[in-house]
């Protein structure tokens, strides 16, 4: 199955409409329910397949189907061609995420033997890695059928080890209007790059703050909520002052903080502070501001019956904290309770000769069917 998968240049850039026919003809060889659901240029599908009663409920099994470009590497064989040595399976994919979308397919045989009693959802996304759009029209498309998963495994790796917990991802732009003038009168314009830098000093002391003062919590590496501004821009010409700016400032959030009203701090403090002297000088300067990306924070407390249930299985004493973010955190606000666990780590992922240990492979079909007998027999 995951040589199949591989099979599939996937890249986002490209269509996922071929792998998505391979999996409808797989789901129509054992007579299983699904939808599809399309991007704005009908290029690119989700799929949602539902085994056992076709109604809401139940536990989701989700991967996203997209893969990142293999321009610039060096590979040592055919990325598309799945490859064995020493225990390894290489190919693109193969760790993010093909291999556990391979893993809940090739236990779709055992999931329809099975007498259920609440249904298993299996999705499969399109463009994760490039902004979640895949799972944000999933969620759309939960919305219009009513068939909510009560729970979702989101296969990313993590080596096996049940994630309860992920950061939040929030980034906003600012853009700076100044007032252009000749550098030999910047008195009579607006500097939006001084505007600027000031108010990033302010986020830098911000940053400073948070890493000492938290809020804190354990397990996650660092304990506390990462702001960092970048992707600084402006305009430049010779012998001119710049009069437009802008960057983005993030927020890599514990669930205890908020970002948006971080985000509010520090606009009122530019209201306060910095644009009262530009709009004097100027009425038309001043920032403003756009979202970028809002990812949620996401906690399942270990407690929950999918959070007993995967640590339970696995082995795991405790559920992991992680600083990266998931389609959890676009399912999990929606109200599907979510958690991560998938094979193989992160330093395998986005490298030449991307890997996946085979043992993981097999211990992924193995949770698969055990989440399923715990969860929905």
Known sequence: MLARLISFDTTSRNSNLPLIDFVRSWFDNYDVSYRLSFDPTGLKANLH?????????????????????????TWTGDPYTLRRQDGRLIGRGTCDMKGFVAGMLAAVPYIKARELSQPVHLFLTYDEEVGYHGARRLVEDLTCSGLWPTACVVGEASGMLPILAQKGRFIARAEVIGHMAHSSESHRGVNAVHAAAEAIAWLAAESRRLSQDGPFEEGFDPPCTLLQAGHFTCDSMPNTISHLASFDIEWRNIPATDPKQELLRFQA????????????AHRECGFHYATVTDLAAVSVPP???????????????????????????????????????????????HRPDEWIDESQLVACEDFVRRIVDRMAV
């Not at 397949?49 to 590497?73: E, L, W």
């Not at 403090?269 to 004097?280: D, F, N």
């Open 49 to 73: 397949a539902i085994i056992g009663p076709v109604q809401a409920g139940g536990i989701a099994f989700s991967g996203h189907v997209d893969t990142v470009s293999t321009d610039g590497q």
């Open 269 to 280: 403090h530019v209201a306060a502070i910095i644009e009262p002297s530009m709009r004097a």
């Open 303 to 349: 407690e929950h019956d999918l959070a007993r249930a995967a640590c339970d299985i696995t082995g795991a004493k405790a559920g992991g904290k992680v600083s990266y973010c998931s389609e959890g955190s676009v399912f999990h606000p929606a109200g599907i309770d979510s958690i991560v666990c998938g094979p193989g780590h992160l330093p395998q992922v």
